[in-house]
């Protein structure tokens, strides 16, 4: 029973992901033609993936502080 609704749950998100285009930005990527390496070459000196990872983990730790004091203000510990 279990089976059934996986594999139809499965079919059906299946059926939903293939009216999606491919990608949105595939006729703006093609266009880019050598600007595209160029971009490579930055993101050797300036690596925007590991600066994303890393605004991520600080953007989460300042929202936890913020959280935290919000449950102290709100149970009366907090200022």
């Known amino acids: 029973m279990l089976d059934f609704v996986v594999g139809f749950l499965r079919s059906v998100m299946g059926n939903i992901v293939d009216l999606l285009p491919q990608s949105p930005f595939q006729e703006f990527y093609s266009t880019l033609g050598i600007a595209q390496q160029g971009l490579g070459w930055l993101n ?26 919000a449950l102290l203000h709100w149970i009366g510990l907090g200022d």
Do not use: H, R, S
């Open 44 to 69: 050797w000196f300036v690596p925007v993936g590991t600066l994303l990872g890393i605004m991520t983990v600080w953007l989460v730790a300042i929202a936890g502080y913020y959280v935290f004091k």
